[in-house]
């Protein structure tokens, strides 16, 4: 059973930063991408950034500039730094590794950026 445990959310005012960490109880190594989706109130989980193993890294236009995604493999840990955060920031922020045959996410982090 493959557990993707996120954290790191909170209340934080617009123009503040947040750190997301994800937890994987397997090697990042092992999963072909993993990233971070969102989902706000009334709309659709999206993409917020991947990475994949090779390193490239894809970000939504939404937070390119201003969020940046980091993998630390030893710790089996993905990252999301978030600065310059704007109140429409404000979602469910779900880690998600993707395998060979799987899709896996974790429970998901709060996020709430007040103006």
């Known amino acids: 059973q493959v557990q993707l445990v996120e954290s790191g959310g909170g209340l934080v005012q617009a123009g503040g930063s947040l750190r997301l960490s994800c937890v994987a109880s397997?090697?990042?190594?092992?999963?072909?991408?993993m990233g971070w989706y969102r989902q706000a109130p009334g709309k659709q989980r999206e993409l917020v950034a991947e990475s994949t193993t090779v390193g490239f890294i894809n970000y939504a236009n939404s937070v390119k500039g201003r969020f940046t995604l980091s993998r630390d493999n030893a710790k089996n840990t993905v990252y999301l730094q978030m600065n310059s955060l704007k109140p429409e920031d404000t979602a469910v922020y779900y880690c998600s590794g993707l395998g060979h045959l799987n899709r896996y996410w974790g429970q998901g982090t709060q996020v709430t950026v007040s103006s």
């Open positions: 397997r090697s990042t190594l092992s999963f072909n991408v």
